[in-house]
């Protein structure tokens, strides 16, 4: 029996890069979307334990991590979701990161309206609207928690 909870319209990003989190954040937010961003691959891995989310989105150079560590320990877990990978080496992400692991690559500098095409081709449930709900969720999270 799971004691996982589903988050399936929630998106969750992560990127150590918190000015970059806090942008996608407020796009994806003005879009509908329900967003949480996490500033380590810890603080997400210890909360997708427990949760699952609609849509990761993943910095591939994460400050704790790297991005094709961070996914390899989230594929151990029992549940999945789809996966975009942002990154300023896309080439190497794509040959570091095996292509059954995530649905696409997003370069950065990160174009949003290109991120918003890639989350949209995926069906993400957008949020049913609530100005309560829009708040900014940031779990820093010390990098060496488990």
């Known amino acids: 029996m799971s004691h996982t909870r589903s ?3 929630e998106i969750f990003i992560v990127d150590d890069d918190v000015d970059l989190c ?3 954040v407020w796009s994806l937010k003005k879009q509908g979307y329900s ?3 996490f500033s380590s ?3 997400a891995l210890k909360t997708l334990q427990h949760t699952k989310p609609a849509l990761l989105i993943v910095d591939f ?3 704790d991590m790297k991005g094709c560590e961070f996914l390899e320990k989230r594929w151990q877990m029992s549940h999945s979701c789809p996966v975009i990978v942002i990154s300023g080496s896309p080439d190497v992400a794509k040959c570091a990161i095996p292509t059954d692991k995530y649905m696409s690559i997003v370069e950065k500098p990160l174009d ?3 991120l918003l095409r890639e989350i949209r081709k995926l069906n993400v449930p957008y949020l ?3 100005s309560n709900e829009a708040s900014m969720q940031l779990s820093h999270g010390p ?3 488990e």
């Open 41 to 43: 691959g810890k603080s």
């Open 22 to 24: 806090e942008v996608i």
């Open 7 to 9: 988050h399936l319209s």
């Open 143 to 145: 990098a060496s928690a």
């Open 128 to 130: 049913l609207k609530s």
């Open 61 to 63: 150079h994460l400050g």
């Open 112 to 114: 949003l309206e290109g």
């Open 35 to 37: 967003v949480r961003a």
